[in-house]
């Protein structure tokens, strides 16, 4: 049975201007043992790669996690140097409003920047299942799973996390 948290949410307001997000694995900053992470990626408008759509490489989730950030006596950093891609790997992501992406893990992916005149909004939540799943001691991000325990509703995971600022 799963146990699901919700760790992030974000709304992503991609207005006709920039926004470039660089290839990278979500495991790597949302990470437990074993590795659980979901990302969950909702389109709220179109996504073209006009406007900005995800991009990722087919099958990469298979060859496992390449970094991670950490926290550790050095402070918050990759305990491995930043991989290169090949540009010609990834395919476009292009959907339709109201499509849910769901990215694994170890899903390489990215977005490039909006340079069109349109919006790409989206809201993106990024999940790890508890059960039998241990958030890792040197995650840049500290978390206390009991502290944000999630029914799947998202005003309790947004009260919680503000209460905490």
Request: with cysteine; aromatic share 12%; hydrophobic share 40%.
């Amino acid at each position: 049975m799963l146990d699901v948290h919700i760790i992030s949410a974000s709304k992503f307001i991609q207005p006709g201007i920039g926004g470039e997000v660089v290839p990278h694995q979500d495991n790597s900053f949302l990470y437990t043992e074993p590795p659980s992470c979901t990302g969950l990626w909702l389109a709220l408008e179109d996504a073209t790669i006009a406007n900005g759509c995800l991009w990722a490489i087919p099958g990469s989730h298979k060859n496992g996690l390449k970094r991670r950030f950490i926290r550790d006596e050095n402070g918050v950093h990759f305990n491995h140097p930043s991989p290169s891609y090949d540009h010609k790997d990834f395919v476009p992501l292009e959907v339709k409003a109201g499509s849910l992406v769901v990215i694994h893990g170890d899903l390489i992916h990215q977005s490039f920047e909006n340079k069109s005149p349109d919006s790409r909004h989206a809201l993106s939540l990024h999940v790890v299942d508890t059960n039998g799943h241990v958030w890792a001691k040197d995650n840049w991000l500290v978390y206390n799973y009991p502290s944000v325990y999630v029914d799947l509703c998202l005003v309790s995971y947004f009260d919680a996390l503000y209460k905490t600022f």
